[in-house]
């Protein structure tokens, strides 16, 4: 098993960057596919981003595309998000997954290993 926490998020202006966090517990993290959800209120969780076990295959959202950069240091248990030229329509509550996977993994429901989430407010 593994255990996830986020952190980084923040309120933020437009235009703004932010890297978000996720620190895993275990000796095994670099045996997971890892990947960012979003949530935002009234609405799905949604993908974000995904990254293999060893980090060199990644994925992106078409509306993150360019904007994030999804990166994990295994040495160090933990992955990471770096947001740049946030927008509003960013705001969401932000999670890491893991899977037990060498590929990349994109599908919400394959994931089965979630953190509690980290809120990211991007003001106009």
Known sequence: QVQLVESGGGLVQAGASLRLSCAASGR???MY???WFRQAPGKEREFVAAISWTGGST??????KGRCTIS???AKNTLYLQMNSLQPED????YCAAHRSVVVVIALNDYDYWGQGTQVTVSS
């Open 28 to 30: 095994t993290f670099y």
């Open 33 to 35: 596919a890892m990947g």
């Open 59 to 64: 994925h992106y959202a078409d509306s993150v």
């Open 72 to 74: 994990r240091v295994n």
């Open 91 to 94: 705001t969401a509550v932000y």
